[in-house]
């Protein structure tokens, strides 16, 4: 059963452009949802969080929508650089849930110069 | 400053073995997380430690087992090894046990099991 989808397992966007990530869930439980950066031979990197009270949340060239009533969140990146080729995770957590994050399978983006 | 360190980055063992990984988390931080990432699919979580007591637990077997140490050090071993144990194994630390302070992953344990 999987709680956390990401539909699309690669993505490639041209240097300069937007790039957009896209979250599924199906746990109405969930009220805190992050994402992270996977670069290969490295541990997963925080990006940026949203609390499922907001509908948005922006950190530089990065910012996360989330729609409860679709359950859906997504990740935008402004402008897109090579440096952000990697695999990304979304993850989500129920507030009782400790620190157990429920991640989605990645989707491995690719900046073309 | 030394990050989240997990030892051994890489180990092979056969069907049945024992294994145990061991992470020291970021000083200052009291939470160890460990998660399983097999080869495709996003991590998974296995076990929650904070001031040394368990906090959570995923949906794994009881061949799973961790500990966390005076030091805040964990442990995480595993018992009757199946080729199915074969994954990365994520280890995250933590200055709260709740949710709103970020988890700082290790590169992780890679187990191979033949």
């Known amino acids: 059963d999987q709680q956390v989808k990401q539909n699309s397992p690669s993505l490639s966007v041209q240097e300069g452009r937007i790039s957009i990530l896209n979250c599924d869930y199906t746990?109405?439980?969930?009220?805190?949802f992050l994402w992270y950066k996977k670069y290969p031979a490295e541990g997963p990197t925080f990006l940026i969080s949203?609390?499922?009270?907001?509908d948005k949340n922006e950190d530089g060239r990065f910012t996360v929508f989330l729609n409860k009533s679709a359950k859906h969140l997504s990740l935008h990146i402004v402008p897109s650089q090579p440096g952000d080729s990697a695999v990304y995770f979304c993850a989500a957590s129920a507030s009782q849930g400790a620190q157990k994050l429920v991640f989605g399978q990645g989707t491995r983006l690719t900046i073309n110069p | 400053d030394a990050g989240v360190t997990q030892s051994p980055t890489h180990l092979i063992k056969t069907r049945g073995q024992h294994v145990t990984l061991r992470c020291s988390p970021i000083?200052?931080?009291?939470?160890v997380s460990w998660y399983q990432q097999v080869l495709g699919q996003g991590p998974q979580f296995i076990f929650q430690y904070y001031e040394k007591e368990e906090r959570g637990r995923g949906n794994f077997p009881d061949r799973f087992s961790a500990r966390q140490f005076p030091n805040y050090s964990s442990e995480l071993n595993v018992n009757a090894l199946l080729l199915g144990d074969s994954a990365l194994y994520l280890c995250a630390s933590s200055a709260r046990t709740g949710l709103g302070g970020e988890l700082f992953f290790g590169e992780g344990s890679r187990l191979t099991v033949l």
């Open positions: 949203i609390s499922s009270i907001k």
């Open positions: 746990n109405s439980m969930f009220d805190y």
């Open positions: 000083s200052g931080h009291k939470s």
